[in-house]
T-cell receptor, first 114, second 109 residues
Framework: GAVVSQHPSRVICKSGTSVKIECRSL??????MFWYRQFPKKSLMLMAT?????????EQGVEKDKFLINHASLTLSTLTVTSAHPEDSSFYIC??????????FGPGTRLTVT | GQNIDQPTEMTATEGAIVQINCTYQ??????LFWYQQHAGEAPTFLSY??LDGLEEKGRFSSFLSRSKGYSYLLLKELQMKDSASYLC??????????WGAGTKLIIKP
């Protein structure tokens, strides 16, 4: 099956700093990637849809200036959490969509802001 | 509006069979997905149904009725490792996934 990697798997940062999370589709090209946030015991919350070569589409309530998304190639999308605060601590998961519209998830990144 | 409903929690016994239901109301339909998610991990793909009927894959089967807006995931010969959350998601007319809140399945010995 399709493989999606995410890096780093865990990151701890200080309040006010920025953190970049990478999402890569390893064995297929993904014109569309998605970024989700998941709170403990909650379902996935879609943050934004990332299309290669164009601006990301953010869901209502998600600050585009705080969560910067760059989909530079058909295999890489990055999410940068700028000026992180403790309330940004969460589990961030990316997924990549194949040409058959199946969606595969990365392993997730657990962000802790102190 | 768009809505996906599935039970919050279910309990079953090791070796038994359990059926997790999912009903949906979405703007358009381009398929229904089931994912398994263990605590602290990302979801993993289980099945995809776009036509009516039953799709069997080992111990797991998934059923779809588009006219009823209904699907179920059937797990047979339950094992302790099947304890997880099971997420139902529907792809709408814009090819976006609409997610259910997930069903937490607890397996007891």
């Amino acid at each position: 099956g399709a493989v999606v990697s995410q890096h780093p798997s865990r990151v701890i940062c200080k309040s006010g700093t920025s953190v970049k999370i990478e999402c890569r589709s390893l064995d297929f090209q993904a014109t569309t990637m998605f970024w989700y946030r998941q709170f403990p015991k909650k379902s996935l919350m879609l943050m934004a849809t990332s299309n290669e070569g164009s601006k990301a589409t953010y869901e209502q309530g998600v600050e585009k200036d705080k969560f910067l998304i760059n989909h530079a190639s058909l295999t890489l999308s990055t999410l940068t959490v700028t000026s992180a605060h403790p309330e940004d601590s969460s589990f961030y998961i990316c997924s990549a969509r194949t040409s058959d519209y199946e969606q595969y998830f990365g392993p997730g990144t657990r962000l802790t802001v102190t | 509006g768009q809505n996906i409903d599935q039970p919050t929690e279910m309990t079953a016994t090791e070796g038994a069979i359990v059926q997790i239901n999912c009903t949906y109301q979405t703007s358009g339909f381009n398929g229904l997905f089931w994912y398994q998610q263990h605590a602290g991990e990302a979801p993993t793909f289980l099945s995809y149904n776009v036509l009516d009927g039953l799709e069997e894959k080992g111990r797991f089967s998934s059923f779809l009725s588009r006219s009823k807006g209904y699907s179920y995931l059937l797990l047979k010969e339950l094992q302790m490792k099947d304890s997880a959350s099971y997420l139902c998601a529907v792809m709408d007319s814009n090819y976006q996934l609409i997610w259910g809140a997930g069903t937490k399945l607890i397996i007891k010995p």
